[in-house]
């Protein structure tokens, strides 16, 4: 293996989430817009059919973020808003999630 050997897309997806996640963490004032631009997002939207509001909302929101990692972000995808959307704004995590333990909320 030489130095020109590309790294795969989804390693680079994988890194721009974790700084977006660090930059998220390190500054609450862009969790807090992040938070704020999430919740414009319609949560009902389907994902095939991705109305003109949701997707200027959706941009508007992935241009925020390239601010933030000063252009190093690819964007997020309809799908991957609703999924953040959901756990930040809705504070759930989707059932879909297999985390090894059982995410439904329980009375106490």
Known sequence: MNASTQVP?????????RRLYVSLLEQQSRFDEFKYLLARYPA????????????????????????WLLGDFDGLSAAQLLLWRS?????????????????????P
């Not at 897309?9 to 989430?17: K, L």
């Not at 389907?46 to 929101?61: D, F, G, K």
């Open 9 to 17: 897309a989804t390693s680079d997806a994988q890194r721009q989430v």
């Open 44 to 67: 009902e939207e389907e994902i095939q059919v991705e109305s003109e509001r949701a997707r200027e909302s959706r941009e508007v929101l992935n241009r925020r973020i390239r601010e």
């Open 87 to 107: 756990m930040i704004v809705d504070e759930r995590v989707p059932s879909s999630a297999r985390w090894g333990e059982d995410t439904s909320a329980k009375a």
